[in-house]
């Protein structure tokens, strides 16, 4: 490829990710692609522990370490799959990850036709698949700004959240009825073609040239700590982070004894838990469709404390609620409007991150957030057991309602609060830090 050739490419990819959404074909391959591959992805959600259960007779304590295979990578490899993310073309890693998955998902029924499958063989496609799902997420999340204008990213990130929370839902869903009807083993061949659809899909893609390239190579440990370093000194990132961090420590304590609660003390039997959950991961639609114009009308801050705050108070009718179908009714309606706030404010400041902070920097800020949110939800659970124990169920569900406080009075002292429109300037490249040593 000759020099001249290179800027033309360069140019037209730039002028592409200036394209209004609806013709930007390559945000229309991100967005499709990564919707399928997460409704693929419920499939083996389903079908590694039914595999486990049901064909390997795995016992209680096996299904528990199957589950923490899968959760585990999110929390050891976060900030080195954010180094990765600005260190190498985030497109390369998408669909190398993809194509990766659809190997490893393959290895299940491969290994079942030849009479080889044991518990420790989902072991390592749980971990493997948890490992490449972060590593894909910490190029696809911080991919955005390259394919997406300035003016169009909260648009974008709101669109790709409703594909998300549809996807989510009817993979949950789907999944559970592929299961069914091809058996656990057949159905991941399903969940093979999915990834190798996205990678298709993240083929098509065109990214900008905006990610900066190294002077030299830095040490895995000096890149991490400039990400690090960026995100806590940054007056605007900062606050973002800690809240959300708060905010999952303190969701992880209620979500630990919810479905408990609602099986137990409320008697909804396993088709009101079900209903229930569907309606309120189906706000997050609502949510995703209404973000736009309600940063557009009350600004971003207002739209990120009315949705933190949401958990507090849609969080109220599971400590009041009694027996029957009206309770249950208004946990519901309770769960569909908490996560439709949740969502619009999700989008609002994933943008505000976006949009802030240097391309060069993009990945590692996203998995420095990631890296606190996943590392804190094993301590919620802890912390959940620990008051329950002490006290009560009830009493754990009370103390991380009134938790869900503290993110929003974060945010209310910071100087996010006086934020009334999205920024428009472009983030400032930083220096780096880890060269200047």
């Not at 304590?61 to 999110?74: E, N, R």
């Not at 208004?330 to 976006?354: D, M």
Request: positive net charge; glycine residues 8%.
């Amino acid at each position: 490829m000759t020099p001249s050739s290179k800027v033309r490419d360069a140019a037209a990819e730039g002028a592409a990710a200036a394209l209004p959404l609806r013709t930007n074909r390559s945000f229309r391959a991100y967005w499709v692609g990564e919707a399928v591959t997460l409704a693929g992805s419920s499939v083996h959600g389903v079908a590694l522990p039914v595999i486990a259960v049901l064909e390997l007779d795995a016992s209680p304590g096996q299904v528990s370490l199957l589950a923490a295979s899968a959760t585990v990578p999110a929390f050891v490899l976060a900030l080195p799959a954010g180094v990765a993310g600005d260190r190498y073309p985030k497109k390369k890693i998408m669909i190398g990850t993809d194509l990766a998955a659809a190997t490893v998902v393959s290895v299940v029924p491969v290994c079942w036709a030849v009479g080889v499958l044991s518990v420790p063989v989902l072991y390592a496609v749980a971990l493997l698949l948890g490992a490449l799902t972060v590593l894909h997420q910490a190029a696809s999340i911080a991919l955005v700004p390259e394919i997406v204008d300035r003016a169009h990213m909260h648009p974008a990130n709101a669109r790709i959240a409703g594909a998300f929370s549809l996807a989510d839902t009817a993979g949950t869903y789907g999944g559970t009825l592929v299961v069914g009807l091809l058996g656990a083993v057949r159905a991941l061949w399903l969940d093979s073609l999915s990834y190798l659809f996205s990678a298709w899909c993240a083929s098509r893609i065109r990214p900008s040239a905006a990610r900066r390239a190294a002077d030299r190579p830095v040490r895995m440990g000096a890149a991490i700590r400039e990400g690090v370093r960026f995100v806590m000194r940054d007056p605007i990132q900062r606050p973002l982070v800690l809240s959300l961090a708060g905010l999952a420590f303190a969701d992880g304590i209620v979500t630990t004894f919810f479905a408990y609660t609602l099986l137990t003390r409320l008697d909804s039997g396993s088709t009101g838990l079900g209903l229930v959950m569907g309606v309120t991961a189906a706000g997050g639609l609502a949510g995703a469709v209404a973000a736009t114009r309600l940063v557009e009308r009350f600004g971003p801050a207002r739209v990120m404390l009315s949705g933190f705050l949401s958990y507090a108070v849609c969080g109220i009718p599971v400590l009041l609620s009694r027996l029957g179908p009206v309770w249950l009714g208004v946990i519901a309606a309770a769960g569909a409007l908490r996560t439709a706030a949740a969502v619009a404010a999700g989008t609002t400041q994933r943008s505000l991150r976006q949009q802030l902070c240097p391309p060069e920097l993009q990945s590692r800020a996203q998995q420095t957030s990631v890296w606190l949110v996943t590392g804190l939800r094993p301590a919620a659970a802890l912390t959940a057991g620990a008051i329950a124990a002490a006290s009560s169920v009830h009493a754990a569900l009370i103390a991380g309602t009134l938790l869900y406080l503290v993110p929003a009075g974060l945010l209310w002292v910071s100087p996010v609060r006086l934020l009334t429109t999205m920024p428009t300037a472009a983030p400032t490249p930083v220096k780096d830090s880890a060269h200047a040593s």
